[in-house]
């Protein structure tokens, strides 16, 4: 969803407005506000106040998974106090809270009062990087914000109704290969960080490909790394960069990856390797929606 251009600056001025004072009056360490896309499968956060970076633009996140996406599902306050141990296995789906070191957080669902607006724009996040029980009036107040950000929302003429919830949402599953292989590396010790999570909705083929990936750099490539993490987010053209990097020497030669590079040919993507003395870098990028387009033509 975009706001119209006569309105975009206007709005988005009122918009900080409501969510510095929210921040203030609640003593919130962060504040964001993320709207669902014009297929309502999709979230993107567009606005932040303290967060630590800019990474959460890069996010996308899967409609009914993680906090934005299940608040909006639910149309009512989700909660989360104890983040991770609350949400378990489900912790990879709240790259949000992962990435802004959030401990506590609540997500309200941005609802219109238009009567031709039949599923909500976003959803409004506040998040505690220590430990916090959120009270009955202070749920009450992040409603009202949510309440004002809608009647903002509801002014500008960009915002059409979408389809039926039941025409546009369609139930992925994040049991598939690639979350398995996300999850199984995160118990090795293996910090994953899964924010364009478009992947989930490739085919199996194509998720078993990228696992397969991940497996042969973290087993086969550089299985002696410390600290070692993946990356896997939206760039500035709408590809998924992935990254594998740590601390350690690799004793491979550029030579030795081509049956890596063989496998990432077929995921239309190209490896970079950077290699150091004491720091190994790997990444390659994803068009994920030139992927996600094969499914279509499948069907």
Known sequence: MTEPSSHHVT?????????EQLKSDLKLDFIAVALADENYRDIHWKMALGANT???KKIMVRMGKGMAGKALKSKAPYIVTYFPEEVQ????????FLIESIR??????????R??????????????????????????????????LAALYDHTAAFVSLAEPEEAEQVVDLTGPLLQQLRKLHKEGVQCELLDQRLTRLSSHRQQEIAKVLDLLVHDYFSGLSSAKITLEQDAIGYTLVVYEGKGACSHTHESFHALRELLKSLKSDLEVSVAQDRQSVRFAIPTRQLMDEIHWEV
């Open 89 to 96: 296995d489900e912790m990879l789906e709240y790259p949000i």
């Open 54 to 56: 800019e990474r959460y």
């Open 11 to 19: 709005i988005q001025k009122q918009i900080q407005t409501e969510l």
């Open 104 to 113: 506590s957080g609540m997500g309200v669902s941005v609802d219109s009062s």
């Open 115 to 148: 009567p031709e607006q039949k599923l909500s724009y976003g959803v409004l996040l506040v998040g505690q990087r220590e430990e916090r029980v959120f009270s009955p009036q202070e749920i009450e107040r992040v409603e009202q914000s949510a309440a004002a």
